[in-house]
């Protein structure tokens, strides 16, 4: 698609983004700023909290019904410790997408759906360079059933529209 009439803004917006994302994980935001650089240890797609809380960046795609097109989220998501430093293990292993998926809980509110912290999730490693695809398993969850079943391009304008200036109004 090559851009839409905002319905919130009512401006053109030439561009039309496919993917919104979260720099950080929710949980991040629990520590007081002038405790996070003592107490998280954070690159673009890992970060450990306290040496105690561990999580990875990964994408939520949402197939467009009648498409090829993928809408998507970048999301942080919880990994245990053994999974996380196994993640770091064969991080640049070519081998590394037979690992098994790794269980975690969804550490991003995305906007557009009922609160989407704590979903549970499985996180399937890529080929190196590629982010993890995240796959909600929260049975019930509209999130998830977007997952399965994708969305319509109507849906995908309403969810981009949400992206860029918050809730309907």
Known sequence: MDGFT???????????????????????????????????ELTESLCIIDDTHFF???????????????????????????????????????ERVNEPAY?????????GYPETLN???????????SIPLIEVTEEGHPLSADQLSGITWQRVIELVEIALHGTAA
């Open 6 to 40: 905002c319905s919130k803004c009512g401006e053109f917006h030439a561009e039309f983004p496919m993917c919104f994302g979260a720099q950080f994980p929710a949980y991040y935001f629990s520590i007081p700023a002038d405790e996070r650089e003592s107490r998280i």
């Open 56 to 94: 990875i960046r990964g994408r939520i795609e949402i197939p467009v019904i009648d498409s090829t097109e993928v809408f998507c989220w970048d999301v942080w998501t919880t990994l245990s410790e053994a999974n996380f430093w196994r993640t770091n293990e064969v991080w640049h292993d070519p």
């Open 103 to 111: 269980f975690g809980w969804l550490q991003t509110s995305l906007p």
């Open 119 to 129: 979903l549970k999730t499985l996180v399937h490693t890529q080929p190196v360079g």
